[in-house]
C-alpha cells in the first residue's frame, strides 16, 4: 500500500506557473505508475497526466496540456511532479494524484488504487 499526499496549490495568474508535488509514502513509491488527475466545479474528474514507474520513461498527457505540463518524479524523494506552464482559467480545478502498482501508467481513474486528498489550483487574475 502507498499513502499519497498533494501539495503545491494556490492562486496564480494566467500565464503563470505552479509545480504540484505528490509525495508517497509506504510501499516502494518507485514501483508505481502515478496519474494526475483534476475535477473543476460541476465537472467529473478528467485525466490530465501520467508517468510511469521507475525512471518515469513513459509520460501521458490529455491534448489539452500538451506542451504546457510535464510530469517528472524523484524516486530518492518519492515524489512525484507536475510543473504547470502557461497556466489558463479553464485549468481551475481540484488536482488529485493517484497511484498503481506496475510500470505503464493509464488514463482511466478507474485503473488506480490509491487517491490523495486533492490540492486546488485556481488561475485567476
Known amino acids: 500500500q502507498v499513502q499519497l499526499v498533494e501539495s503545491g496549490g494556490g492562486l496564480v495568474q494566467p500565464g503563470g506557473s505552479m509545480t504540484l508535488s505528490c509525495a508517497g509514502a509506504?510501499?516502494?513509491?518507485?514501483?508505481?505508475?502515478v496519474g494526475w488527475f483534476r475535477q473543476g466545479p460541476g465537472k467529473e474528474r478528467e485525466f490530465v497526466a501520467a508517468?510511469?514507474?521507475?525512471?518515469?520513461?513513459?509520460?501521458y498527457y490529455t491534448d489539452s496540456v500538451k506542451g504546457r505540463f510535464t510530469a517528472s518524479r524523484d524516486n530518492d524523494k518519492n515524489t512525484v511532479y507536475l510543473q504547470m506552464d502557461s497556466l489558463k482559467v479553464e485549468d481551475t480545478a481540484v488536482y488529485f494524484c493517484?497511484?498503481?502498482?506496475?510500470?505503464?501508467?493509464?488514463?482511466?481513474?478507474?485503473?488506480?488504487?490509491?487517491w490523495g486528498q486533492g490540492t486546488q489550483v485556481t488561475v485567476s487574475s
Open positions: 493517484a497511484a498503481r502498482s506496475g510500470v505503464l501508467p493509464y488514463t482511466t481513474t478507474a485503473r488506480y488504487d490509491y
Open positions: 509506504g510501499d516502494r513509491f518507485s514501483t508505481y505508475a
Open positions: 508517468i510511469g514507474s521507475g525512471s518515469g520513461s513513459f509520460t
